[in-house]
């Protein structure tokens, strides 16, 4: 099954210094048919003004990727960390038994990001914080896997489930394909250019879910970068 889930159809509002947009029900936005793929709670498509940003606000028992797109962010929280994670950079924080925190763009241009929330499967552990850098030249025409809990993916950011995040950029009638084991879920969102999902048309920043597919075929209508969640 692939069901693309158009832009203009998700949940969201506009904070005026955040223009958000939840692909699944986050805080004022619910749909029953949209709480969950999988293991993967929440993707958060978010606008953040210049100088603008999260004060500092607490979790728990979560798993929390940032995929940068645009700018940059600038991250503190209550274990002493601090770092600056700019576009084509990632970052996870594993909430654990918990932890506050504030992301904040200290930039002069709006900063676009993808947050996304992944259901840990062990809970109660120590929380903590990581970012690693990612070109995207590196990505040209493959998927290199960003933030994974599977065996094997040594390199990525390590996070604390059964769930691998990954991204690629694709060039103008190029196709990658990605394998997705029997049983799993994948969603995925190009930040940027048109699609075809194994013959489906999907425009930027749309969401796919994809489930019951082994082979997952992706076709780059225009130039686009491409993140890809595999959850169980």
Do not use: C
């Not at 798993?63 to 084509?88: F, M």
């Not at 994974?148 to 990525?156: K, L, M, P, T, V």
């Amino acid at each position: 099954m692939i069901d693309v889930r158009p832009f203009e159809s998700l949940g969201g509002a506009n904070h005026g210094w955040l223009d958000a947009k939840h692909h699944f029900s986050f805080a004022s936005y619910h749909d029953p048919k949209r709480v969950h793929w999988g293991n993967l709670r929440v993707w958060n498509d978010d606008v953040i003004a210049p100088h603008t940003g999260f004060p500092p606000h607490p979790h728990r028992d979560m798993e929390i990727i940032t995929y940068v797109r645009e700018g940059a962010i600038t991250h503190e929280d209550s274990l002493g960390n601090k770092g600056r994670t700019e576009a084509g950079d990632v970052q996870v924080m594993s909430a654990g038994t918990g932890i506050t925190h504030s992301e904040h763009n200290r930039e002069d241009t709006e900063t676009r990001i993808f947050q996304i929330w992944i259901i840990p499967d062990r809970m109660g552990e120590q929380p903590s914080w990581g970012a690693q850098p990612f070109p995207k030249g590196d990505r040209a025409g493959s998927f290199v896997t960003l933030a994974s809990g599977r065996a094997g993916d040594e390199g990525a950011l390590p996070i604390r489930t059964d769930a691998r995040v990954v991204g690629a950029t694709i060039r103008a009638g190029e196709t990658l394909s990605y394998t997705l084991d029997a049983g799993r879920h994948a969603y995925l969102v190009s930040a940027t250019g048109r699609i075809e999902v194994n013959g489906t048309a999907a425009n930027a920043r749309d969401g796919v879910a994809v489930t019951d597919v082994t082979e997952i075929v992706i076709t780059a209508v225009e130039d686009s970068e491409v993140v890809l969640v595999d959850a169980a």
